[in-house]
């Protein structure tokens, strides 16, 4: 079964942290997978998407990897701000079944000041 | 471009009633998905349409539950005779046709079975 994992559940660090967000996938044979930024009540604001054949993707103050072999992604966020506080998702789409996102449950970020 | 908008906002219904919620995807996105999400989890597939044709369905679709997008623009689910395990919130996405499939959500619609 294709499955996706984010731990922790939530997190907090002092502002100005840098810090690591995990996510693992069971099936290597990953077509793509995204990573969202979710605030409450609210929908989700794709941060990144790395495809199958990238390492990694950077936009601003975030970094996210993909290890295939591993079965695992990170997001990275650099110098973390108190606007960042937010559950941050991960999404994987697997070969063959390309019309279909399965997510994480997501870790719940909380910068302090 | 306002990205993909969604409506109502939010929905409350008493039990045996039905909804429909509207998404109105990024116009030039040819693929439209729904999600439903519950509270500390993440989103769940629903459907997936390819311009009109709404080429794959998630088995959590019950027979209460249609979506149809007529003329492949925007899209409306509806499900009938609500029960409380549906209070949920219901998200739509949009995709353009290309290698990345690039998903951006609207802001959902939440609803509330009594």
């Known amino acids: 079964k294709q499955e996706v994992t984010q731990i922790p559940a939530a997190l907090s660090v002092p502002e100005g942290e840098n810090l690591v967000l995990n996510c693992s996938f069971t099936?290597?044979?990953?077509?793509?997978l995204q990573w969202f930024r979710q605030d409450p009540g609210k929908g989700l604001t794709s941060l990144l998407l790395?495809?199958?054949?990238?390492r990694e993707q950077t936009s601003g103050r975030l970094n996210a990897s993909l290890d295939k072999s591993s079965g695992r992604s990170t997001l990275y966020i650099a110098a973390s701000q108190p606007g960042d506080s937010a559950t941050y998702l991960c999404?994987?789409?697997?070969?063959?079944?390309?019309?279909?996102?399965?997510f994480g449950t997501g870790t719940r970020l909380q910068v302090t000041l | 471009d306002t990205g993909v908008s969604q409506n109502p906002r939010h929905k409350i219904t008493k039990r045996g009633q039905n909804v429909t919620f509207r998404c109105d995807p990024i116009s030039e996105h040819n693929r439209l998905y729904w999600y439903r999400q519950t509270l500390g989890q993440g989103p769940e597939f629903l459907t997936y349409?390819?311009?009109?044709?709404?080429?794959?369905k998630s088995r959590l679709l019950s027979d209460r539950f249609s979506a149809e997008r007529p003329k492949g623009s925007f899209s409306t689910l509806e499900i009938q005779r609500t029960e409380q395990g549906d209070s949920a919130m219901y998200l739509c996405?949009?995709?353009?046709?290309?290698?990345?499939?690039?998903?951006?959500f609207g802001s959902g619609t939440q609803l509330s079975v009594l």
């Open positions: 996405a949009s995709s353009p046709l290309s290698k990345t499939e690039k998903l951006f």
């Open positions: 349409f390819q311009n009109e044709a709404q080429l794959e």
């Open positions: 790395i495809q199958s054949s990238q």
């Open positions: 999404a994987a789409r697997w070969s063959g079944t390309a019309s279909k996102l399965t």
């Open positions: 099936d290597s044979a990953i077509y793509n």
